[in-house]
């Protein structure tokens, strides 16, 4: 089971960590790689250098600036693991180190497979022929 691991942030956001914290969790991501968890992830800069678009119906959607001060959390980084649980996930997000008022929201990804109500066959083997191209296409950069 695919899991997307969201840490966010609602005080200091883009304030980067102390070096204790990078260390810490550097040696966390390492465990999770040897361990075969990781699949990827990236921290994101502040809300102030990002824009937010707001759609309604089929409008032309509203697209206002950062930062996003009406937000009382937003995500600060991710995470991408590969586990055979939720409760596995759950192990592992019980371990990541933390410094200051975190949330870490850990949520399912939906495979092809599970589509499968409301796709054919033939659309979701496209589906995973697309992925395998995206994948093939990181693998060039």
């Known amino acids: 089971m695919r899991f997307m691991v969201i840490v966010t942030c609602s005080e200091n956001e883009g304030a980067l960590p102390s070096d204790q914290f990078m ?45 996003f001060v009406e937000s009382k959390e ?23 180190p933390n410094e200051g008022e975190t949330d870490i929201e850990i949520r399912q990804v939906f495979e092809p497979e599970e589509f499968a109500p409301a796709f054919s066959d033939e659309e979701i083997q496209k589906e995973k022929q697309f992925r395998a191209r995206m994948a093939a296409n990181a693998a060039k950069k």
């Open 23 to 67: 260390a810490d969790m550097n040696k966390f991501n390492d465990e999770l790689l040897e361990a075969g968890v990781l699949i990827g992830y990236d921290g994101l800069h502040p809300s102030s250098k990002g824009a937010r678009a707001h759609f309604s119906g089929k409008n032309r959607p509203t697209v206002v600036d950062g930062p």
């Open 74 to 96: 937003l995500i600060a980084s991710f995470w991408f693991w590969q586990v055979k649980s939720l409760e596995e996930a759950i192990e592992w997000v019980k371990r990541c």
